[in-house]
Every structure is written in C-alpha cells, then in structure tokens.
C-alpha cells in the first residue's frame, strides 16, 4: 500500500509519502516556497514525496487529508450559533470563503493534484481522518512501542482540543476528548498575543522568554492567581473551562478581548518588536508554569485511566518542550515518545500511516535496529555532489573537497574549536521545526561569546532566546539531568550541579540583558538562565555523520557537545537547497559552510552581490 499525507490550508502545510508501513518521505511546503508556515496547498511538497518514492498520482492506493472540513464547519456554524448575536462580523467574513472554498475541499485537492500529475479522478479514493486522531497516528505508529498511551494536545481540530488514546499494535482507541472552546493550546496562544509574539509562530518565543520572568516576585504570583480565578478552571484531571468572557477566538477576529485582559493584569498589550520588559517575563513564566500544571494533569489522568508504561505525544503543545520534560521527570511513564512534527504539518504524516493501519489494516513494520520509526526525522529532500558543485560554479565560490570523512570532521572540528561558525548541510532535510544535524548552524558551546554572535551577527534575532545542545547520546548524563533519550530536541532538562556556576545576589532583579550574559555554567552557549537546555541527543547509528563530527570535538576538546541552531535567519525558513545554505552563509557573518563533503571558508569567497533587501523577503515571526 503507497498513501499520500497531506495537510494544508491552516498552517504548517505539508505532505508525506508512507509504503507498507513505512515512512519514505516528508516534507513542509515552506521549505520550497520560503514561506514561512505557509498555509497553502502543499503542491512542491506532494511533488517532492511522489518523486521520492517514484511513483504517480494514478499508483496510489489513497490519497489522506489530515481533518474532517465538514465537521469542522459544522463546529463552526454551532459555535457561531451558540454565541448569537455576538460575532456576527466574524460570521460574515469566514462562511463565505466556507462556502467557495473550504466545502468543495474534496474538489480543491483532486485539482490541485492534476497540476503536479494527470491521473483518472473516478480512482482516487479520497480519506479523511479526525484531526486528534491524524496527531495520534503520526505519534503512536512511529513510536518504538507496541503498546502506549497517546496525549494529543493543540489549538482545536474539528471539535476536539486535547484526546486521550490508547494504541495497540496497530489499532488506536480514543478514550477521551477535551472540546472546543476550552483548550490549552488556545489559551497559551492567547498569551503570545499579549506578550507581543504572532500567534501559531511565537509560543516557541513565550517558552523562551519565561525563565527571565521571577519566580519569587509578587508581580509573578499575582498573575497566576489572575489566571485561575478569571480564564481558567483546570481540574484535577487536567480538563479545562476558560472564561469565554475575556477571549475572542470563538467568534471574533483576535485571540482576546484586550480591554479586559489589560484591567485584569493592569498591563496593557505588548506591541511587537517593543522593548522587552520585567512585567512581560514575569507574565511569561505565569502562563508557562500554568500550561506546565495542566499538562501534567492531562499526563498523569493518561497514565490512570490507560495503566500505560509508555506514553506519545502529538499536537502543537507537544512542542512545548519544558513542559515534556517535567512530564519525564515526574516518573510516571518509562519513557516518551514526541513526534518532532507535532504540530500541523506532521498531520499529514499520521493521516498516512492512520488510513495504512487503520483503514488497510496493515501491520506496522519492524524496528530493526532504530530507535524508532522517523528515521531521525531525515525525510525530506538531499543533494548530490554534482547539485552543491552546480552552485559553486554559478556563484564563482572557493571550495576544498574532501575524499574522506574523517578528514572532513576533523577540520570542521577544529574551526569550531577556534570559535567559528559552521554551517553543516548534510543528508536529507529534516522533518518538524527543529535542524538536527542535517540543516543545523553549529558552534562552541564553550564559548560564552557564542550565544550572542548566533543570535545578533547570523540569525538577526531577539537576543534573549536560549540555543540548544546537541550531546552525543552516551555521554548526556555527563552534562544534563536527563536519563532518557531526546533525538529530536524536545525535551527540556537542567544542566547538571557540577557545571554551574553560581548566581549573584538578587538575580532575577537584574535588567534582562544582565541575566543574559552571566556566565551560567562550563557550556554557557547553551545553559538558559535558569540552568536548563532544550537537548537533542545525537545517536550513531540515527546520523552517523553528525555523530563523527560531535565526536571527533570531543577528541579535540573533551567536550561532547555542540552549540546546534537551524540553518536559516530569523523569519526565513529553515534551508532546504545547497542555493539556500550558500546564499544564507553570504548574507550573515557565518565563517563556515560545510555542504556534503564540500568546505566553504567564507574569507575565501568572492565578492557576493545582493541587493541589501533580502530581510525584507522574510517578514518577523
């Protein structure tokens, strides 16, 4: 059985190829379009997959859509209903495009797929799973076992907003569902709003931003307070009631009701790019410790009523990588299993694999020797020495090739060892939102200089926000708290005692960028200020290449991590092409450019002709 995965027209579109059980490729649309969360048919994506797996249009077996759109107007229509008379601007701007588009979804995708290919439409069978349940696929199939349970949790799908699931081999049974408009993930996203970040973009920003918040102060305690008297009733169990009085995401045009959110904390709606302010980290770290309280709720009614040793996790929240981590540290399951595209786009993913195992009844395939189902996540396009030779040519570019890996690790190493930046192109492109090694921007996490050369001299980025550790699996324990592994990025973890340095006095009333820049340990670049780090463990036989690179540091230095950042600067999409990476290490103060066995000092290239508006073609996230 060969099933296309597709989701689109919400964001994060994508599209995903699975044979027999297996995943052959995924890929984001904005990776081709450089549309950053480009919410559009994903028509390079599906064009990319089909070429992967070389195969047609008229050879699938299924083609599946990652929601139920008429569900998802019939939440629509019942909600507008419900809240009658209010809403009615709202009303009258989103049936009609309902009623053009967004109903005749099935027509829309079967055209959009005879531009890519020519096939006979009475064929095509078209599948449509629930949008919780397309979460659940893409986390439980995938995963390394045979048998846990499954926490969805995000924004809404057609009604629901977090599932409980348990999967069995091959078959996945939902328990239960929390509804529309009660949701965690609405309410975290409504708090990316008024810190001053864009909503479905900036929650990884909110995340970011709450340890400079004060745990002790007053201001802190007073938020939270606000938070569970007014918005929100969290029960024991992790389900949730929000007070519809203060949000406008029912049936308006913004997430809340701003008059009423600034009475409520006194602070008025942060306006983007705005100076960053006490009050603003304080109300950060209010709604992140509340998210983190919820989750971990919803978690342990998961493992009750499911008895569960394992547990896998899918959805936008599932991105929230610190709640993840408390998730593991409060012991309750084995292990966790997060898909790396939990968002939107690995919809697509678990609406292929849900209509193979589900619909097809097809066993799910072995494990033979991975650690899971992903494949490191590396499911997207690669290139071939005669594609990063093209560019070199077209460009005038100085290079040094190498006939052998080793050697080529070990000059990468030592140009990271002499506090460079190295761009590293390898393999085939992730899948997710995170670079793992294949499209990663690395450096010296050593280096207390570091954090703030990535930030301010490549990625042209808010200075605040914390890099991530790449540490070769075996020797994480030597530097984090953490005794599971974390291949793809989303796990949060404190770095160990005997690497921290100590705090001065009255800390966390120091200005922002004062905090930012004490130094907090022996791998400072990667040490958040309150001594965690977003790890991403590196496993040999997952990406031996990245693996030889770390290690071959470690040999140099006797460290066994490095600095890992997505190749891309802020706004833009992480790269995808050798033209991507090569453009992206002229445009920025990079030193280095490593694309398959081909280096790119940058002092050795020649002169490079830009207009001086390229960061006008990525808007800020």
């Known amino acids: 059985m060969t099933i296309l995965g597709i989701s689109a027209f919400y964001h994060d579109s994508a599209a995903a190829i699975v044979s ?43 083609i599946a859509f990652y929601d139920k759109p008429l569900l998802k107007f019939e939440r629509l229509l019942d909600t507008y209903y419900g809240f009658a008379p209010r809403g009615l601007r709202s009303f009258m701007a989103a049936i009609p495009v309902w009623l053009r588009e967004k109903m005749f979804i099935k027509r829309t995708i079967l055209e959009e797929l005879y531009k890519i290919d020519a096939f006979d439409r009475k064929k095509v069978k078209l599948l449509f799973p629930e949008h919780h349940l397309s979460h659940a696929a893409s986390a439980f199939y995938p995963s390394p076992y045979d048998e846990a349970a499954i926490l969805t949790i995000d924004g809404v799908g057609e009604w629901a907003t977090a599932s409980v699931c348990m999967g069995r081999g091959s078959s996945i049974e939902v328990i239960r569902e929390l509804q529309f408009p009660h949701s965690i993930g609405l309410l975290y996203s409504a708090f990316t709003l008024y810190t001053g970040f864009r909503v479905n973009s900036g929650e990884y920003k909110l995340m970011g931003l709450a340890p400079y918040g004060d745990p002790e102060s007053e ?31 029912a049936t308006g045009l913004r997430m809340i009701r701003d008059e009423k959110w600034e009475k409520l904390f006194g602070l008025p709606t942060r306006q983007p790019e705005s100076e960053l302010t006490q009050p603003y980290c304080d109300m950060a770290l209010a709604i992140q410790q509340v998210t983190e309280e919820a989750v971990r709720r919803m978690a342990r009614e998961t493992q009750r009523v499911t008895g569960a040793r394992y547990l896998c996790m899918a959805g936008g929240v599932a991105l929230n990588c610190v709640a993840n981590g408390k998730i593991l540290g409060d012991g309750i399951f084995d292990d966790i299993f997060i898909q790396p595209a939990a968002g939107d786009a690995g919809g697509a993913v678990g609406a292929a694999l849900a209509a193979s195992h589900i619909y097809f009844s097809e066993p799910r395939p072995g494990l033979n020797g991975r650690i899971d189902r992903m494949n490191g996540a590396a499911l997207g396009p690669e290139f071939s020495d005669l594609d990063i030779e093209q560019v070199a040519r077209r460009n005038k570019a100085v290079f040094t090739k190498f006939d052998d890996t080793d050697e080529l690790v070990e000059k990468t190493a030592e140009l990271l060892d002499e506090g460079k930046a190295v761009g590293w ?77 100590p705090l001065p006095d009255g800390y966390h009333q120091l200005p922002i960028r004062e905090k930012l820049y004490h130094l907090r340990s022996d791998i400072p670049a990667v040490t958040h200020i309150d001594y965690s780090a977003r790890i991403q463990t590196v496993h040999r036989q997952t990406n031996h290449r990245y693996w030889k690179l770390i290690d071959a540091f470690k040999k140099r230095t006797g460290c066994g991590l490095l600095v890992n950042t997505s190749f891309n600067v802020r706004g833009e999409p992480i790269v995808c092409t050798p033209d991507h990476a090569y453009t992206c290490l002229m445009r920025t103060e990079m030193d280095a450019l490593v694309m398959g066995n081909y280096l790119f000092l940058k002092s050795e290239q020649p002169e490079y002709k830009d207009s001086g508006e390229w960061q006008q073609e990525f808007p800020l996230d």
């Not at 938020?223 to 992790?238: F, N, R, T």
Request: aromatic letters at 12%.
């Open 20 to 62: 027999n059980g297996e995943i052959i490729a995924a890929a984001q649309e904005e990776r081709f379009t450089r549309k950053k969360h480009d919410p559009g048919f994903p028509v390079n994506a599906v064009r990319f997959c089909l070429d992967y797996a070389g195969v047609t249009v008229d050879e699938l077996d299924a």
């Open 219 to 249: 201001r802190t305690k007073k938020y939270v307070e606000a938070i569970y008297s007014e918005l929100i009733d969290l029960k024991e169990d992790g389900s949730i009631w929000l007070n519809q009085h203060y949000f406008d995401y």
């Open 425 to 501: 192109f390898q393999g085939r492109m992730e899948f997710g939102p995170r670079a793992l090694g294949n499209r990663s921007i690395l450096g010296d996490a050593r280096n207390p200089e570091m954090q703030k050369k990535l930030n301010v001299k490549i990625k042209y980025r808010e200075s605040f926000r914390p890099f991530a550790p790449s540490v070769l699996a075996e020797d994480a324990p030597e530097y984090f708290e953490l005794a599971a592994g974390s291949p793809y990025m989303l796990l949060v973890r404190d770095v160990v005692e005997g690497r921290r340095k």
